[in-house]
């Protein structure tokens, strides 16, 4: 019976990476380019506005951790959302929106409270782009390579976009003041009319919608060399499904596997934007120049992408994903701490690259790991929750760490805050697992040639 019919997960599981995949990681991963720029600009606003709007420490923090506020609260309510309407056209809209607000801020940001207002109300559609362009990527990768094509289509635009914060930050800020910052973001508005273009919806949740032609004209494009099999088939249908709310996430198969995920991101992106909102001013109050304190912030996105396809080649290979990332979060707590103890030059330079490569690098791969442990229809809500809860920590990180150092003078503590922190995470992630009687579509596609094997 299942020769007539085309299973559509086992034909995207299986396929070999072809011209529209590449063209796809292409678009996402200058989707979410934007996403990362927009996220860490911030940190290098602090340098421009902390004396003219007379910020405390704390305040300066939440010059940061403002935008995560309304990323939480994207991430959080986007999942339901793409879950009912679907991928693409939630994608487009978190671009709009992150796009309308980069420019109004640019125009009208000119005192502490209006800044975080609109950093509040651009964090919504930020909150929308690095979940859902993990959950897509994910539901038409190769399961053979899932963690390295997701890597390159997400982590590395996301790592690109961090990165040219950065530079923007040392070479164009001096020119136009931090408003420079917005401007060069809004040029996300070019990107637009590329995804309503060419982006297609998602053929996994397309298939649960019973568009099956539309599943179909997908697929020739993932498969060419298979189109005419498919033009004389029909689609599989999906198994029944009740629609889940973020509820179903707590229910027994899937609680303690989404406690030990949320815990994670939380402690994760912690360490991640506690580090990456301060690390300028850090580095400034070590001796580096203005433009080695921002470059910093750099080197830790670029060495960031690095480090996540290093681990999920790992993962891809071995498939322990929690021991990798118990592994690197707990070399990322080490890099860490060693700035505590030591002060040299190029001690910055290593301890801040390694703590990208494993701090950073690990939480592209827990998203994967999180949007390969759900189902299709509750991936998108069970990646959004992840990044949401995750987000809670990393408005605290940049809050916290200008509450510490204000308190004790210095910034030993708040790295040591972080370290510990990042062994937190180490620690949690060995708790994700799946319950045992918990089946999911990736293991059902690596199950099968042994089930075959079986019956055959």
């Known amino acids: 019976m299942h020769a007539e019919f085309i299973d559509v997960n086992d034909e995207l599981a299986s396929a070999p990476i072809g011209r529209m995949h590449v063209k796809l990681g292409i678009l996402l991963a200058l989707l979410t380019l934007f996403d990362g720029y927009d ?3 911030p940190a290098y606003v602090i340098h421009y506005v902390r004396e003219p709007w007379g910020l405390s420490l704390q305040q300066a923090g939440m010059l940061v951790s403002s935008g995560l506020i309304g990323f939480l609260l994207g991430a959080a309510l986007h999942g339901a959302v793409a ?6 056209v939630t994608l487009i809209a978190g671009l709009w929106i992150t796009t ?17 207002a609109l950093r509040i109300l651009t964090g919504l559609g930020l909150g929308v782009l690095l979940p859902l362009s993990t959950t897509y990527i994910n539901e038409l990768a190769p399961r053979r390579v899932a963690n390295t094509f997701a890597l390159w289509g997400v982590a590395l635009g996301w790592a690109a976009g961090g ?3 950065g530079l923007v930050g040392v070479f164009v800020t001096p020119l136009t003041g931090w408003q420079g910052l917005y401007w060069v973001g809004s040029l996300s508005l070019l990107l637009i009319p590329f995804l309503h273009l060419y982006l297609p919806e998602s053929p996994k949740f397309a298939l649960l919608r019973g ?3 539309e599943v179909k004209a997908i697929l020739e ?5 298979r189109a005419q099999l498919y033009r004389g088939r029909s689609i599989m249908p999906p198994p029944l499904a009740q629609k889940k709310s973020v509820f179903a996430l707590l229910e027994m198969p899937y609680r303690r596997l989404s406690f030990a995920i949320w815990a994670t991101s939380f402690l994760s992106l912690f360490c991640i934007f506690g580090l990456s909102a301060w690390i300028p001013t850090l580095m400034q109050a070590r001796g580096e120049s203005f433009g080695a304190s921002f470059a910093f912030g750099a080197l830790m996105q670029v060495m960031s992408f690095a480090g996540g396809l290093v681990c999920g080649h790992l993962v891809d290979r071995t498939n322990r994903p929690r021991h990798w990332l118990f592994v690197w979060w707990l070399a990322g707590a080490l890099a860490v701490l060693a700035l505590v103890c030591f002060h040299q030059h190029w001690i910055n330079v290593v301890c801040s690259a390694m703590a990208g490569f494993c701090i950073i690098g690990g939480q592209f ?7 390969a442990s759900y189902e299709t229809d509750m991936r998108a809500t069970a990646v959004g929750m992840e990044l949401a809860m995750g987000r809670l920590g990393a408005i605290l990180g940049p809050f916290i760490g200008g509450i510490l150092q204000q308190a004790f003078g210095g910034s030993n503590v708040m790295l040591i805050a972080i370290g510990l922190a990042a062994i937190g995470a180490a620690i949690s992630v060995l708790f ?3 319950h045992k009687h918990c089946r999911f579509e990736s293991q059902a596609v690596r199950d099968e040639p042994a089930t075959r094997a079986m019956h055959g």
């Open 39 to 41: 996220t860490f600009n």
């Open 221 to 225: 494009k993932l498969r060419p060399d």
């Open 83 to 88: 879950d009912r309407l679907g991928r693409r």
């Open 211 to 213: 568009r099956d032609e």
């Open 100 to 116: 309308i607000f980069s420019v109004l801020t640019a125009l009208i940001a000119d005192s502490f409270g209006s800044f975080c």
């Open 163 to 165: 990165a040219a914060a």
């Open 365 to 371: 791969v827990l998203n994967n790991f999180t949007a």
């Open 432 to 434: 994700a697992r799946k």
